[in-house]
């Protein structure tokens, strides 16, 4: 299975991306318990910073699945790679709009978290966005979309 997901992540196109996110939504926890295993969690993060929109849009989507189905070592290797700054910079362009609070929302109604490990992060993801904001006002939004979700 990890030289399967080495080369889905190597390949770093849409189509490889949307397979390991299918494979993701499929196979669940324990598929997101090898990827971070396998040290591929920095380099599905890297996608997002990826030229081509289609793989970064597919690349956000994997993301979103791993943090519904990752248990919290998975979680703490997404967060300790600086995804939340990384969101908060894509927020900032229309097909990401909401993208950290999609993000904790898929923290808080997933299957890969108890119940205290989501209360323990969501201090943790709000502390990051602060850092990764250039104004108190962007981080101000940010914030409340969080806590409160988002409105259309």
Same mark, same amino acid.
């Given at each position: 299975?990890?030289?399967?997901?080495?080369?889905?992540?190597?390949?770093?196109?849409?189509?490889?991306?949307?397979?390991?996110?299918?494979?993701?939504?499929?196979?669940?926890?324990?598929?997101?318990?090898?990827?971070?295993?396998?040290?591929?969690?920095?380099?599905?993060?890297?996608?997002?910073?990826?030229?081509?929109?289609?793989?970064?849009?597919?690349?956000?989507?994997?993301? &979103? %699945?791993? =943090?519904?189905?990752? *248990?919290?070592?998975?979680?703490? #290797?997404?967060?300790? /790679?600086? +995804?939340?700054?990384?969101?908060?910079?894509?927020?900032?362009?229309?097909?990401?709009?909401?993208?950290?609070?999609?993000?904790?929302?898929? &923290? %808080?109604? =997933?299957?890969?978290? *108890?119940?205290?490990?989501?209360? #323990?992060?969501?201090? /943790?993801? +709000?502390?990051?966005?602060?850092?990764?904001?250039?104004?108190?006002?962007?981080?101000?939004?940010?914030?409340?979309?969080?806590?409160?979700?988002?409105?259309?």
């Amino acid at each position: 299975m990890v030289s399967l997901i080495h080369a889905l992540v190597s390949l770093g196109t849409w189509k490889s991306v949307r397979l390991l996110c299918s494979l993701i939504k499929l196979i669940r926890s324990p598929l997101v318990d090898e990827i971070e295993y396998s040290g591929e969690i920095p380099r599905i993060i890297r996608l997002l910073d990826c030229k081509d929109q289609e793989t970064k849009v597919m690349a956000m989507d994997c993301v &979103l %699945e791993m =943090g519904y189905f990752g *248990r919290k070592e998975a979680i703490d #290797a997404m967060l300790g /790679e600086g +995804l939340i700054e990384k969101l908060v910079e894509l927020q900032r362009s229309h097909p990401f709009a909401s993208c950290v609070a999609r993000f904790a929302v898929q &923290l %808080e109604v =997933g299957e890969g978290l *108890r119940q205290r490990e989501k209360r #323990a992060l969501k201090p /943790e993801i +709000l502390r990051r966005v602060k850092e990764g904001c250039v104004s108190d006002a962007e981080a101000a939004t940010i914030v409340a979309e969080v806590l409160w979700g988002s409105s259309p």
